[in-house]
């Protein structure tokens, strides 16, 4: 799957077809950035460890709406099983 949209990304450049999906995008680039960077904590279990002892997240634990979230319950459960839909 991830071989068949990188070539169609490839095919999107090289046809000229990138700037026509970028005029309908209503995505902003900060939102790339983050998928990034969740992309990467998600895939990389030795920089979520990482991640959750740097100062700046820690004060986020204590926040209710990050502890109430249900991503708190779900992503780690995800990623112990292997489920990436």
Known sequence: MVKILNRM??????TGFAKVAAAVDHL????????????LIYNNPLTEARLSRYPGVLGLSERPSFRNSPTTAVLPRCARSGNQS
Do not use: C, E, I, T
């Not at 990304?9 to 090289?14: I, K, Y």
């Not at 902003?28 to 992309?39: E, I, L, M, N, R």
């Open 9 to 14: 990304g490839r095919d999107l450049h090289s």
């Open 28 to 39: 902003k680039p900060p939102f790339y950035d983050s998928a990034d960077v969740a992309g």
